[in-house]
Nanobody, 119 residues
Framework: QVQLVESGGGLVQAGGSLRLSCAASGSIFSIFSINIMMGWYRQAPGKQRELVATITSGGSTNYADSVKGRFTISRDNAKKMVYLQMNSLKSEDTAVYYC?????????WGQGTQVTVSS
């Protein structure tokens, strides 16, 4: 059974920081360090889900323009964890954040964690 479990969301004031975590479990993650692209996506009310950041097994990263310089994605292959450090948060960052894994051309999703930034 594949599971991605997010944590770390919450309410924060504009300018503040949060760190999201995603724990991966299941047989397809048995070799987490090879050929598994991990990512964070978000969906705000009334909007489509959008890419926030991705990280390859080798550590190469990609960010949406809206979060560059403020967010940092990282992974710990030994622990099968992915993180999203979010700094200088803005009200427009308010959304449900989803952890995502791309494994052998199949996408897997977590249940999401709410991030609310108050202005």
């Amino acid at each position: 059974q594949v599971q991605l479990v997010e944590s770390g969301g919450g309410l924060v004031q504009a300018g503040g920081s949060l760190r999201l975590s995603c724990a991966a479990s299941g047989s397809i993650f048995s070799i987490f360090s090879i050929n598994i692209m991990m990512g964070w996506y978000r969906q705000a009310p009334g909007k489509q889900r959008e890419l926030v950041a991705t990280i390859t097994s080798g550590g190469s990263t990609n960010y949406a323009d809206s979060v560059k310089g403020r967010f940092t994605i990282s992974r710990d292959n030994a622990k099968k964890m992915v993180y999203l450090q979010m700094n200088s948060l803005k009200s427009e960052d308010t959304a449900v954040y989803y952890c995502n894994a791309l494994v052998r051309a199949t996408y897997y999703w977590g249940q999401g964690t709410q991030v609310t930034v108050s202005s």
